[in-house]
Protein backbone atom coordinates (compact mmCIF):
# COMPACT_ATOMS: atom_id res chain seq x y z
CA UNK A 1 0.00 0.00 0.00
CA UNK A 2 0.82 3.17 -0.90
CA UNK A 3 0.01 6.23 0.93
CA UNK A 4 0.31 10.00 -0.49
CA UNK A 5 0.01 13.51 1.30
CA UNK A 6 0.57 16.50 -1.04
CA UNK A 7 0.65 20.01 0.69
CA UNK A 8 1.57 23.25 -0.36
CA UNK A 9 -1.56 24.65 -3.20
CA UNK A 10 -3.17 28.15 -3.01
CA UNK A 11 -3.81 30.94 -4.78
CA UNK A 12 -1.45 33.36 -6.12
CA UNK A 13 -1.45 36.28 -8.68
CA UNK A 14 -0.51 35.60 -11.97
CA UNK A 15 3.51 35.52 -12.28
CA UNK A 16 3.77 34.09 -9.07
CA UNK A 17 5.33 30.63 -7.53
CA UNK A 18 4.23 27.91 -5.69
CA UNK A 19 5.47 24.70 -4.48
CA UNK A 20 3.82 21.88 -3.83
CA UNK A 21 5.02 18.59 -2.02
CA UNK A 22 3.82 14.99 -2.01
CA UNK A 23 5.31 12.87 0.34
CA UNK A 24 4.92 9.21 0.22
CA UNK A 25 4.57 6.33 2.57
CA UNK A 26 3.05 2.52 2.82
CA UNK A 27 5.86 1.07 1.31
CA UNK A 28 9.45 0.79 0.28
CA UNK A 29 9.99 1.80 -3.12
CA UNK A 30 11.81 4.00 -5.48
CA UNK A 31 10.35 7.47 -6.65
CA UNK A 32 10.69 6.90 -10.17
CA UNK A 33 7.23 6.11 -11.99
CA UNK A 34 5.75 9.33 -9.57
CA UNK A 35 4.59 12.51 -10.31
CA UNK A 36 2.10 15.14 -10.48
CA UNK A 37 -1.40 15.66 -12.86
CA UNK A 38 -3.76 18.59 -12.66
CA UNK A 39 -7.43 18.78 -13.30
CA UNK A 40 -9.66 21.77 -14.23
CA UNK A 41 -12.96 22.08 -13.61
CA UNK A 42 -15.08 20.10 -16.85
CA UNK A 43 -11.67 18.79 -17.89
CA UNK A 44 -9.60 15.58 -17.87
CA UNK A 45 -7.15 15.25 -14.88
CA UNK A 46 -3.45 15.68 -17.43
CA UNK A 47 0.06 15.20 -16.74
CA UNK A 48 1.93 17.60 -15.63
CA UNK A 49 5.54 16.52 -14.37
CA UNK A 50 6.26 12.95 -13.34
CA UNK A 51 9.82 11.00 -13.22
CA UNK A 52 10.15 7.99 -15.52
CA UNK A 53 10.43 4.37 -15.04
CA UNK A 54 14.46 5.48 -15.51
CA UNK A 55 14.37 8.22 -13.43
CA UNK A 56 14.09 10.78 -16.17
CA UNK A 57 11.25 13.91 -16.28
CA UNK A 58 8.18 14.30 -18.38
CA UNK A 59 6.73 17.39 -18.54
CA UNK A 60 3.35 18.80 -20.20
CA UNK A 61 4.21 21.15 -22.89
CA UNK A 62 1.86 24.07 -21.32
CA UNK A 63 4.47 23.97 -18.05
CA UNK A 64 8.07 23.36 -19.69
CA UNK A 65 10.29 26.25 -18.41
CA UNK A 66 8.12 27.33 -15.84
CA UNK A 67 7.45 23.58 -13.29
CA UNK A 68 10.53 21.85 -11.87
CA UNK A 69 10.18 18.33 -10.61
CA UNK A 70 12.09 17.35 -8.01
CA UNK A 71 12.60 15.14 -5.41
CA UNK A 72 14.16 13.95 -1.95
CA UNK A 73 14.97 10.45 -2.08
CA UNK A 74 15.56 10.44 1.94
CA UNK A 75 12.04 11.98 2.66
CA UNK A 76 10.23 10.10 -0.02
CA UNK A 77 8.64 13.35 -1.04
CA UNK A 78 8.21 15.14 -4.65
CA UNK A 79 8.06 18.01 -5.26
CA UNK A 80 6.62 20.53 -7.92
CA UNK A 81 7.92 24.16 -8.41
CA UNK A 82 5.93 26.04 -10.33
CA UNK A 83 6.70 29.53 -11.33
CA UNK A 84 5.40 32.18 -13.77
CA UNK A 85 1.99 31.28 -13.06
CA UNK A 86 -1.06 31.73 -15.12
CA UNK A 87 -4.71 31.67 -14.63
CA UNK A 88 -4.82 28.64 -16.66
CA UNK A 89 -2.51 26.47 -13.89
CA UNK A 90 -5.62 26.96 -11.77
CA UNK A 91 -6.54 23.49 -11.03
CA UNK A 92 -6.43 20.79 -8.29
CA UNK A 93 -3.03 18.98 -8.53
CA UNK A 94 -2.68 15.44 -7.39
CA UNK A 95 0.29 13.09 -6.78
CA UNK A 96 0.45 9.95 -7.86
CA UNK A 97 2.81 7.24 -7.80
CA UNK A 98 2.51 3.57 -9.83
CA UNK A 99 3.36 0.67 -8.57
CA UNK A 100 3.53 -2.91 -9.67
CA UNK A 101 0.72 -1.71 -11.91
CA UNK A 102 -1.35 0.06 -9.65
CA UNK A 103 -1.85 3.48 -9.47
CA UNK A 104 -2.34 5.30 -6.44
CA UNK A 105 -3.17 8.96 -5.68
CA UNK A 106 -3.16 11.48 -3.19
CA UNK A 107 -6.23 13.46 -1.67
CA UNK A 108 -5.12 16.69 -3.87
CA UNK A 109 -4.39 20.16 -3.16
CA UNK A 110 -6.11 23.33 -4.66
CA UNK A 111 -4.34 26.12 -7.08
CA UNK A 112 -5.42 29.17 -7.73
CA UNK A 113 -4.00 31.69 -9.81
CA UNK A 114 -5.70 34.96 -10.11
CA UNK A 115 -5.17 37.16 -13.13
Known amino acids: QVQLVESGGGSVQAGGSLRLSCAASGSAFSLNRMGWYRQAPGKQRELVAAFTSGGGTNYADSVKGRFTISRDNAKYTVYLQMNSLKPEDTAVYYC?????????WGQGTQVTVSS
Open 96 to 104: KKELSGVDY
